[in-house]
Each structure stands twice: as structure tokens, then as C-alpha cells.
């Protein structure tokens, strides 16, 4: 039976820090002084005679009694939030709204014509769309901020209690101006990569892991000079301006290709595939505009000739 002690204050607590790593920002998120969040998270602690976290120096950890309570309270707030949602939503007179996390590679490739065909399908659609990181975006989704995230498939650490569709295949480019000394040579040295600017994905992009890997393949375990970047904006006029080489998600730059203003080196890259997907809350039913824009980003990948 279910404790009437437990308040939403203590789910909402325990729920920010684990998301958060850290009372301090919790704190801050939740307009919070440190004290109050301590003594809401003891209260819950003392209800549930379990210690959830264990903190330190090094942030929060939590206890494997911590993972059992967060997981589902997790989904309890998801499903609350959604219910005041849905009454928002009655409210504006019916009006269903879909928030879409997506990262960099499908905003500019997939989601633009998915989202055409989906407002030519679905009636009254009100969509809110947020780009950002993959661990950012996956954190929102577990804690019912976003309905969906449309992405490469993340480390599985980052992908646990997420369920993923996969919709098609992409790899990571090396790209350069067109007038860069590397452009149009056939069938070049890894090595010869060393000698130039790169723009490399920093930690917790969902392609770092891929592309560290094609690294230490070819023998280049670091580069020299690089700027940690995946900002379509700032990797388009930055390698325009310099001789930086870029490597980014295909699917960034897939216009760029096409129309020269960008062109890919000549490497086997072939280690960086990955799937790129439909991520959602396991066991969570899609609304119908969920299923709707499901389908266009299906069609719409069929028609690239990418799924």
C-alpha cells in the first residue's frame, strides 16, 4: 500500500538530483536552499527506511535501493506531467501537443520534411521541438519533459530504460572546404589527418564514442590541435575560414555535400555506422499525434534513401 507520507516534493527532489548529479544544482533548479533539499530527501529516506544516495566530494551516487525508487518514480512524474498537459491542452480547446527532442544530425536532414508531411496529416498539431545533446535529451524524455527524441542510438548506459525504433544507418563524415589542400585526394593516409585543425565531438555526444574508436583503428589516439564542437552554425563558417578539418554526423551536413559548399575526405569510416531512431519511455502508449509523426519520419526516411 502506498505510503500517503510520500509527497510529490520528495519525488520531484530525489528525481532532480539523480538527473542533476549534484544537491547544488538541484538546489538551484528547484529554487531550493541546500538545508530544505537535504531535509526533503531525509524525509523520504526515513519513509522509505532506505537509504537512497550516497554523497560526496565526487557528486551523488545511487544506492541500488536509489535505482529501484528513481526508475519508478520517474515514471510517475512523466505520467503527471503529461496528465497536466493533457488538461493544458483541453484547455486551448483540444489542441495535442507533441514535444520532439532532436539531436543536430536529424534537424537538419529528416525532421524538416517529416514535419511537412506530419502537419499535412495530423489535425491542429501543436509541436514544440527542442535540439540539443543526446544525454540531455534522453534525461528529458526519462522525466516526461519530452514525449520523444529522435536520434543516433546513445552508449547503453545512456540508453537504459528507453526504448528505441530504429529508422535508419548513418556514419560520421570528415569534411573540408572545397578549396582545402585534402579535398578530391583519393584514398588518403588517416595519418596525414594529424597534421591539420580538427573539430572533433566532445564528451557525451552520442558519435564520441564511434569516432574514438575509428581513432585508435588508424593509430591516431590524439589529435594536436582541436576544438571540441558539434555546432552546425560554428563548424559551416569556422572551416569556411581555416584549413580546420570537421568530423559530424553525416546527416548535419547532407546539404552541404549536395550542393559542394562542403565536401567529404576520402575515408573508410565505416566503424563510425550507427542506427539513427525513434527513442520513447518503455511501456508508454504514443498519443496520435506521436503515431502520426512516427509514420511521416518513416516515410520521409524511405524517400531519402536512408532507412
Not at 30 to 56: V, Y
Not at 107 to 127: G, K, M, S, W, Y
Not at 249 to 272: H, I, P, Q
Amino acid at each position: 500500500m502506498l505510503d500517503r507520507r510520500i509527497k510529490f516534493r520528495h519525488i520531484e527532489c530525489v528525481t532532480a538530483i539523480a538527473r542533476l548529479g549534484s544537491l547544488k544544482a538541484a538546489c538551484a533548479e528547484l529554487h531550493l536552499t541546500q538545508p530544505a533539499l537535504s531535509k526533503t530527501l531525509k524525509e523520504l529516506e526515513d519513509i522509505l527506511g532506505a537509504r537512497l544516495m550516497i554523497r560526496d566530494r565526487g557528486g551523488v551516487t545511487l544506492t541500488p535501493e536509489g535505482k529501484v525508487f528513481l526508475e519508478f518514480a520517474g515514471q510517475s512524474l512523466a505520467a503527471l506531467r503529461r496528465a497536466v498537459d493533457g488538461v493544458s491542452s483541453l484547455q486551448k480547446g483540444g489542441r495535442e501537443t507533441l514535444r520532439i527532442g532532436t539531436l543536430p544530425s536529424v534537424a537538419a536532414r529528416l525532421l524538416p520534411e517529416a514535419v511537412v508531411l506530419f502537419r499535412t496529416l495530423a489535425p491542429n498539431p501543436h509541436l514544440s521541438l527542442k535540439e540539443g545533446p543526446h544525454s540531455a535529451l534522453t534525461r528529458d524524455l526519462r522525466t516526461g519533459g519530452l514525449d520523444m527524441v529522435i536520434g543516433r542510438m546513445g552508449a547503453p548506459g545512456q540508453m537504459q530504460g528507453i526504448s528505441f525504433t530504429q529508422l535508419y544507418q548513418e556514419r560520421v563524415v570528415c569534411v573540408a572546404a572545397p578549396d582545402h589542400p585534402l579535398a578530391g585526394q583519393p584514398s588518403m593516409a588517416p595519418q596525414v589527418l594529424a597534421d591539420w585543425p580538427i573539430l572533433y565531438p566532445p564528451e557525451g555526444a552520442a558519435i564520441r564514442s564511434l569516432l574514438d574508436r575509428w581513432s585508435m583503428a588508424q593509430g591516431l589516439h590524439e589529435f594536436r590541435d582541436t576544438i571540441e564542437c558539434v555546432s552546425g552554425a560554428f563548424g559551416r563558417n569556422f572551416i569556411r575560414q581555416s584549413q580546420a578539418l570537421w568530423f559530424i554526423s553525416e546527416g548535419v551536413v547532407a546539404k552541404d555535400l549536395a550542393e559542394r559548399r562542403l565536401v567529404a575526405l576520402d575515408l573508410d569510416l565505416a566503424l563510425t555506422d550507427g542506427p539513427v531512431g525513434l527513442m520513447t519511455r518503455p511501456g508508454d502508449a504514443l498519443s496520435n499525434s506521436a503515431q502520426i509523426l512516427t509514420h511521416a519520419l518513416i516515410e520521409v526516411a524511405k524517400a531519402q534513401s536512408i532507412s
